[in-house]
């Protein structure tokens, strides 16, 4: 398969470098400094805190040359019009795996509606320096596999085939049918959460803020509630019935532990983050009451 990575930021560099290690042409895009230390470095990774480095050679590019049978878009939220206009005149399916709430219309109208599959990189991780630190292989990597999907829903010939190569690939996929709702029921969940985590300074001070946490939890309670679809995956409903002391209990734990610590709520770029929350709060509001 020839792919296109766009976006070298955590997620795209994993994802570029893991696709790579199983045997396609990839090509990864990125820009600035990024560019420059990919070329002199490739990409490199540690698996969370460890202090061992490895590099992995992948070309890259600065702008997309075409002939590419899949793009992969790892932007944020605020980035993604620009990426759609510099793949408007190109062919070839275009995933989208970043947090999105407005569904694939938006992204159809620019590039094509049959060229757009959905996504999340359910990945994890920080940026240190020029290095991708990663969030290890544990539960939460088994639990939560990255969802692709048809925005119609269907199950495709290419969609069968685009989570089969990123599973070879040692990546957790699957394909998922409600992939629309899926992303609106992160959203729902994951805005709250990284808009408290961006105000206190990260997973571990919003973990020591009971007021933060109780504030986040009414939050995720109102937007699940006023999303157009039942959550997805079902488990998000638990929200709706667990006491709000038992649900800062457990998002306590997990805010002091290893998947967030590995996360974008432990960011390196809190503007880049904060751009993105405004525009995915924008998306969430046209479909529902929400702050
Ligand atoms: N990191 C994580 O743990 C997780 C992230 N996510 C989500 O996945 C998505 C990607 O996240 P992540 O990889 O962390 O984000 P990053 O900010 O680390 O990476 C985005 C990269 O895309 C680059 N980029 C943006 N626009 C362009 C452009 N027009 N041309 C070239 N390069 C461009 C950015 O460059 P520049 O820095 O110059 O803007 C940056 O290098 C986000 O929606 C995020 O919320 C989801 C789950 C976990
Ligand atoms: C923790 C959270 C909600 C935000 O980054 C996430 O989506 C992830 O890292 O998988």
Redesign the pocket.
């Known amino acids: 398969m020839k792919l296109l990575v766009?976006?070298?930021?955590?997620?795209?560099s994993l994802f570029a470098a893991r696709m790579h290690e199983a045997g396609h042409d990839v090509a990864l895009?990125?820009?600035?400094a990024?560019l420059a230390a990919l070329r002199r470095d490739g990409v490199q990774l540690a698996e969370g805190d460890a202090p061992a480095v490895t590099r992995v050679p992948v070309p890259v590019v600065e702008h997309p040359a075409g002939g590419y049978d899949l793009t992969t878009v790892?932007?944020?939220?605020h980035?993604v019009d620009?990426?759609l206009e510099?793949l408007a005149g190109l062919d070839g399916d275009v995933l989208f795996?970043?947090?999105?709430a407005a569904g694939a219309e938006p992204l159809g109208a620019v590039i094509g509606h049959e060229r757009v599959l959905l996504g999340?990189?359910?990945?994890?991780?920080?940026?240190d320096g020029d290095v991708v630190r990663y969030?290890p292989a544990g539960l939460a990597t088994r639990m939560v596999p990255m969802p692709i999907g048809e925005p119609d829903g269907r199950s495709t010939p290419r969609l069968r085939r685009i989570v089969r190569d990123v599973r070879a690939a040692g990546i957790n996929a699957k394909a998922e049918p409600r992939i629309d709702a899926w992303l609106k029921t992160h959203a729902a969940f994951s805005v709250p959460l990284e808009q408290a985590a961006n105000a206190a300074g990260g997973p571990l001070a919003l973990a020591g803020d009971p007021g933060a946490l109780r504030g986040m939890v009414r939050l995720i309670r109102q937007n699940l509630a006023a999303m157009p679809n039942p959550p997805v995956p079902r488990g998000f409903g638990a929200f709706q019935v667990l006491p709000e002391g038992l649900l800062v209990t457990v998002l306590r734990r997990f805010l002091r532990g290893p998947t967030a610590l590995?996360?974008?709520l432990n960011?390196a770029?809190p503007a880049?983050?904060a751009a993105?929350l405004e525009r995915m709060a924008a998306q969430m509001r046209t479909y529902a009451r929400v702050r």
């Open positions: 766009y976006g070298a930021g955590v997620l795209g895009l990125a820009r600035g990024r790892f932007v944020r939220t980035q620009a990426v510099s795996l970043l947090n999105w999340f990189g359910a990945a994890g991780g920080t940026m969030r590995h996360s974008g960011t770029s880049a983050v993105e």
